[in-house]
């Protein structure tokens, strides 16, 4: 196909790649993203001013348990994303309500799993993490109430992969701010103003996951054509399912090794001493800085090559790769740039202990540097998502993994911190640089055979 070929109005066919289009997804996802760690911060806030330390410890342990568990199911979103894309490109509007369908029975019987798991999954994290009796009351009490809110948590991955894969930023932005929104006044008003303690804190999650569901699906399911909508056989059409599912296994496997390469860079922090481990944990916020905006341009790559490969239509696919991997290069640059000139004094902000303030001044540059030798891996994630190449993507990963425990055992007995560092950096350069690699094959092997 070449630009003489006309533009349709309902967004299907051939489409031209702008900026405005790609920060028109770009930009509303990464302000959404931004009220996660604002929630965060509040959280703790509320929990540190109940004046109980074990109260501020149990809700530490209980979110990275939820962290882990949600985790799990991340592969929900990202794999809406780029099906519902396709289909979107493609002006198959059956298939994107069948792909929505889908991924919210999966999103219903998981968290319902979760739900009925978890007192099992409460007695493994308490056993992994060893609390104190208080602190274990205090995240027995936090977890017990949250999971509740498992089933409303996935519908809402669903919900967001399926309003992004149609390239509607806005409302992705609207969802986010609801969910958190909501989540961040109960938590205040609950928890510290109606005196409900770390259990208000906890039914403001589930209230705010439960809004999303509900302003998420009236969004939806309003634009839901009667005459498109797909019959019971063709939403669970075992070819269909086969490749869901194998798709949402690929990403799974991708997510669980990145979460072992950031588990050991904390385990092998923690056998260098204390020191080494608090200044690399303030340190870990530069590179999560950068994670925000990386994240919503790989979302705008994710809906733009899936279009694209839906339409069947080269020039939208390569100038998508081009521009999103354009403002991801630009941006992690100057992310880098602002972290070198002002990361000290950030790290004044975050830490007021003199040792741990100087013991992290002498790792900044290499903290600084993640957000350019990650630039390339999130917007490359992006498109393999949105093409839905997730066996080259869950490949890649495993060999860039493979090099990161090579770099870590040559260079961290003879460089310690120094070389946990250099390790990421070359663990994320390695991720981008693999599947950059592979791109033109893949590329030209779908769009010929297209």
Not at 203 to 222: H, K, M, N, Q, S
Not at 284 to 309: I, K, P, S, T
Not at 357 to 377: C, K, N, Q, S
């Amino acid at each position: 196909m070449d630009g003489t070929h006309v533009i349709r109005s309902d967004g299907s066919g051939p489409f031209v790649v702008t900026h405005r289009l790609v920060l028109s997804i770009a930009i509303p996802m990464t302000l959404g993203f931004l009220t996660t760690p604002l929630l965060g911060l509040t959280d703790t806030a509320v929990a540190g001013r109940l004046g109980s330390a074990d109260v501020l410890a149990g809700l530490a342990i209980g979110a990275v348990l939820f962290d882990l568990v949600f985790a799990s199911f991340n592969f929900l979103r990202a794999s809406t994303t780029g099906l519902v894309a396709q289909a979107f490109g493609r002006g198959d509007r059956r298939e994107e309500q069948s792909v929505f369908w889908r991924s919210l029975v999966i999103a219903v019987v998981g968290g319902t799993a979760i739900v009925l798991l978890s007192p099992l999954l409460l007695a493994a994290g308490l056993a992994l993490m060893g609390p104190g009796s208080g602190v274990a009351a205090a995240t027995s009490t936090y977890f017990s109430i949250r999971v509740l809110s498992g089933p409303m948590a996935l519908t809402n991955y669903a919900l967001l992969g399926f309003v992004l894969g149609r390239g509607q930023g806005m409302t992705g932005l609207l969802l986010q701010t609801v969910i958190n929104g909501i989540n961040i006044g109960l938590s205040i008003l609950l928890g510290l103003h109606l005196g409900w303690g770390i259990a208000g804190i906890a039914w403001g999650t589930v209230a705010g996951e439960t809004a999303g569901v509900l302003v998420g699906l009236c969004l939806v399911l309003r634009r839901f054509r009667r005459d498109e909508r797909p019959a019971i056989a063709e939403i669970f059409a075992r070819d269909r399912l086969a490749a869901l599912f194998s798709l949402n296994r690929d990403i799974m496997i991708r997510t669980f090794v990145l979460l072992g390469a950031f588990t050991l860079m904390t385990r092998i922090g923690t056998a260098l001493g204390p020191l080494s481990l608090a200044a690399n944990a303030v340190l870990m916020n530069m590179f999560l800085v950068a994670g925000y905006y990386l994240d919503g341009l790989a979302n705008a790559a994710e809906q733009l090559v899936g279009r694209a490969f839906g339409a069947g239509y080269r020039p939208a696919f390569d100038r998508a790769v081009k521009l999103t991997f354009g403002w991801s290069l630009g941006l992690a640059l100057a992310t880098t740039l602002f972290f070198l000139v002002f990361g000290e004094a950030i790290v004044g902000l975050l830490t007021t202990v003199p040792e741990i303030r100087a013991e992290a001044a002498r790792y900044v540059p290499w903290a600084a540097l993640t957000a350019l030798t990650g630039a390339l891996a999130f917007q490359m994630d992006g498109v393999y998502i949105g093409a839905t190449w997730s066996a080259a993507m869950r490949n890649m990963m495993l060999a860039a993994f493979a090099g990161y425990l090579v770099a870590l055992a040559l260079l961290v007995p003879f460089l310690a911190n120094h070389g946990l560092w250099i390790a990421l950096n070359l663990f994320l350069l390695m991720r981008g640089v693999f599947l950059a690699w592979r791109l033109p094959a893949q590329a030209q092997r779908h769009f010929t055979a297209g």
